[in-house]
Structures are given as structure tokens and as C-alpha cells.
């Protein structure tokens, strides 16, 4: 295609489909490189012919020496365009064994799904795909990994698209070029001990030379995919039908008793659909086994990257705060306090709260408590009562006073407490992910 304005511009119309813009939020995922740059300026240019609310979000993870400036630049071109844009600085990375451009992929849409937008646009494009596939390929990916980003998907409540998805990078250079634009280069592009790099500048050029329209046929296979993967999905609820509870959930227990194609096939969707990211299909043979061998009320463990998934009265719990920090002790104050299963909400006068001597910590292993009005126990078998899973009960959130324990979210006062100094706490757990 000819890269100039109109038909980038119309492309794009196509691309995020036309007639739902209007009124409409729309996000660019902004790095500050060549691709990102060109879609927030044909975003721009959008805009002046139809009101949707632009704004942009630049990922600073604070691992190039260069880091600082690519933030600069990018509050510097979305001052120039009027568009307000939000920098997010990352904590230092942990790669957790997964490398660090994964730990960092999963950092950036972490933040991308807390963006408040309808339609969140990445500048991937043909020849991004074409190496995704690949990439995937070399480690052995099933469909789904071969349908390498579609051109768009769900997250968290919002669109995530990529309308750039059938240029490919030289359209998206000529454009860049025409309209003399500027940009960051992220020197580690270049770096061929990044995989990736590998394949976009020796691989694939090599392939090539036989193969010169190596590009799109990938793209294409990878839409192929996409539809195998679609109706995978479609066949998966369908088998998942005949194990489901009144809430949908898996029992496990009947889940084990399909085929085991079947069974492989309603277990993946379902981890997909709840965004865990599979880390190789050994893995999963390995989750398969250990549940399909489990009597109902065994307790069954497997870690996937950041989530631990749990087989827990004969259902399978997914675990995202497995790896959060634990939550540090910390005197009480007013306002919401983020916690690794929730927020607790605490109300009161200040000055009473300051009094009180209360801390807010984890619960921990063995405390014994008495709730208003019940008998002495043990918090591990007081939250057991209450539904709570046991790898969440140690890091409940508690109040204490002197080393005793005075209030237990879910359970309230009780224990040591011997007056409430007015407060008014509110536990606002986060809903259970049950698949
Ligand atoms: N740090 C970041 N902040 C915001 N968005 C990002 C960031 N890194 C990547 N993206 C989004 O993901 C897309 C693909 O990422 P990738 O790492 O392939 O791109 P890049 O080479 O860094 O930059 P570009 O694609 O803009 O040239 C980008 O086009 C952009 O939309």
C-alpha cells in the first residue's frame, strides 16, 4: 500500500472500526519508537476529523541507561499534539526465571489494564507478527501461540487492538519518513543475543532471499491459527458444559473424566481466559496429571510464572498475589489500604485512630481468636469456616495491639480488643478467581 495520510488514516478508521469511535477513550501504548510514534500522529490527525478522546501511556521500565529521556520525549510529542499522556515508572524488574523481556511484557500490559480507556492501540504490525510466530514456533507453541497477536482482544474490560497489524514496518517507515517525523531507538534492538532480534536481522532476511513474501504468508498463517484457535475456544465450552457448577466452575472431579484431548483442550482455554500465561505444554501436562489423578478433596498445587493455580474442594483456585509482597506491618491509618487479597477501608477520627495503637499485619499461622459472641478458636479454622483458602488465610489481614490480636477481617473484633475507638472498617476482599 501507498503509506500516505488518507490512507493511514482510513486504514485506521477500518482497523478500530469506524462508526463506534465517536465520544469514544482511546489509548496509544507509547514507547517512544518508530511504530508508536506514527499511530499516535495518524491517532492525532483522527481526532481533528472526529471527536475521540486521545490520550497515551508511555511504560517506563527503567532498564535502558536511555530510560529517563524516551519518557521525556514521549510528554514532549504528546505536549506538541495536545494529547495528555501518563508515564508509569516501574519498580526495578524481577525476571522470575521467565527472562526479563517477558517480566517486563507482563509488567506493560499489567499496566495497560489499568488504563482507563475503551480501546487500548498498540503499534504492532505484519512484521512483529511474523516473528511472534516464529519465536513461538521455536518453543514448541500449539495454536494458540501461532495465532501471534491477533488484531484485537480483551482486556480487562477493554479493546485492546492493533491496527497496524497488516502493514508492515516499511509502510510504516515510508509514513514516518513523508511526514519527517522523530523518534527514540532503543539500542537494544540491535543487540542479537535477544532472540527476536535474531530472527528480524538474520533469519528472516535469510529466508528471504528464497522466500520473499516470508512476511505475509507467516501473517496469514497466523490468522489461520487465530480461527483454529476460535473454534478450539467454542469446542472447549461446549465440553466444559458437562462439569460445570451453578456458577460455571470447573469441577474438577468431572472435568477429569472427559477424553483427555478434551479434558487438555477445556483446561487451557479456560487458564487463557483467565489471562495465566502457560509456560510450555509440559507444564500443563504436568497440572493435568497431578488433578486428574487427585481424589476430591486432595490439595494440589502448580506454578505458572506469577500464578499459583490450586486445586481446592474439587475446584481449581487461581492464585495472582502469590508472589506480591507481603504486606508489611504498619500503623493504622485513615483511608483505603491496599492488600494482597483486597482493600480494608478504615473511617474514624484521626486522632482516636492515632491513640488506639493499632497495627495492621498478616494474620500468620496459629493465632487463637475469639469473635464477638462465638467460641475461642483458631484463625486457621475460623477463616475455614468462612470459605477463606488456605494459602490466603497466613496473609489476612488483622489488626493487633501490644502483640495481641484484636480484630480479624471477615471476623471482627474480638480477642483483645477492648474497645473499637470508633472506627468503622470495611474488608473488601478481591472476588475469588475460580475457573
Ligand atoms: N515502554 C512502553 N510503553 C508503552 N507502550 C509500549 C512500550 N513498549 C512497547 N509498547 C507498545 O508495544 C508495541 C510493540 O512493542 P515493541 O517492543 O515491539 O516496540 P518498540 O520497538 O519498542 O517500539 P515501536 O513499536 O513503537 O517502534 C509498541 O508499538 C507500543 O505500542
Not at 128 to 148: I, S, V
Request: charged fraction near 20%.
Amino acid at each position: 500500500m501507498t503509506a500516505d495520510v488518507k490512507n493511514l488514516i482510513s486504514h485506521l478508521q477500518t482497523a478500530l472500526g469506524d462508526d463506534c469511535l465517536t465520544g469514544r477513550k482511546v489509548c496509544v501504548a507509547l514507547s517512544g519508537g518508530m511504530d508508536s510514534v506514527v499511530l499516535l500522529h495518524v491517532l492525532a490527525q483522527l481526532r481533528a476529523q472526529q471527536p475521540i478522546e486521545l490520550s497515551a501511556v508511555h511504560v517506563n521500565h527503567g532498564i535502558s541507561p536511555h530510560a529517563a529521556d524516551w519518557a521525556a520525549f514521549c510528554l514532549k510529542i504528546c505536549r506538541s499534539l495536545d494529547v495528555p499522556c501518563q508515564i508509569a515508572t516501574l519498580p526495578p524488574l524481577e525476571s522470575a526465571g521467565g527472562g526479563l523481556e517477558r517480566a517486563a511484557r507482563e509488567a506493560r500490559y499489567a499496566v495497560f489494564a489499568r488504563v482507563d480507556a475503551d480501546l487500548l492501540c498498540m503499534a504492532h504490525h505484519k512484521n512483529d507478527r511474523a516473528e511472534t510466530l516464529l519465536l513461538n514456533l521455536f518453543r514448541g507453541a500449539g495454536p494458540q501461540g501461532l495465532a501471534a497477536m491477533p488484531g484485537s482482544r480483551c482486556l480487562n474490560g477493554k479493546q485492546l487492538v492493533r491496527p497496524f497489524i497488516d502493514l508492515t514496518r516499511s509502510d510504516l517507515q515510508a509514513w514516518a519518513n513523508a511526514q519527517r517525523l522523530s523518534w527514540v531507538e532503543d539500542e537494544s534492538n540491535q543487540n542479537l543475543h535477544f532472540r527476536r532480534n535474531y530472527l528480524r536481522h538474520v533469519v528472516l532476511p535469510a529466508i528471504g532471499q528464497q522466500f520473499p513474501a516470508i512476511t505475509t504468508v507467516l501473517a496469514r498463517t497466523a490468522e489461520q491459527m487465530q480461527e483454529q484457535t476460535t473454534l478450539l475456544a467454542r469446542l472447549a465450552e461446549i465440553d466444559a458444559k458437562d462439569c460445570e457448577d451453578e456458577h460455571g466452575r470447573l469441577r474438577i472431579s468431572q472435568w477429569a473424566l472427559l477424553p483427555p484431548i478434551a479434558a487438555r483442550n477445556v483446561l487451557k482455554h479456560r487458564l487463557n481466559r483467565a489471562g495465566v500465561h502457560i509456560p510450555s505444554a509440559r507444564r500443563l501436562e504436568a497440572l493435568v496429571a497431578q488433578l486428574v489423578d487427585a481424589r476430591q478433596d486432595a490439595e494440589v498445587f502448580v506454578r505458572f510464572g506469577q500464578t499459583g493455580c490450586h486445586l481446592w474442594r474439587d475446584r481449581l483456585w487461581l492464585d495472582h498475589a502469590m508472589n506480591a509482597p507481603q504486606p508489611q506491618a504498619h500503623k493504622l491509618s485513615d483511608g483505603v489500604i491496599d492488600w494482597a487479597d483486597g482493600q480494608l477501608e478504615v473511617q474514624g477520627d484521626a486522632q482516636a485512630i492515632a491513640r488506639s495503637g493499632l497495627v495492621v499485619r498478616a494474620v500468620g499461622q496459629g493465632q487463637r481468636f475469639q469473635p464477638a459472641g462465638r467460641c475461642r478458636s483458631t484463625v486457621t479454622e475460623l477463616l475455614r469456616e468462612q470459605g477463606v483458602p488456605p494459602w490466603v488465610r497466613p496473609r489476612w489481614p488483622a489488626l493487633w495491639r501490644d502483640g495481641q490480636l484484636c480484630w480479624v477481617a471477615g471476623l471482627g473484633w474480638g480477642g483483645a480488643a477492648d474497645d473499637t475507638h470508633g472506627l468503622a472498617l470495611t474488608w473488601m476482599p478481591t472476588p475469588d478467581q475460580i475457573i
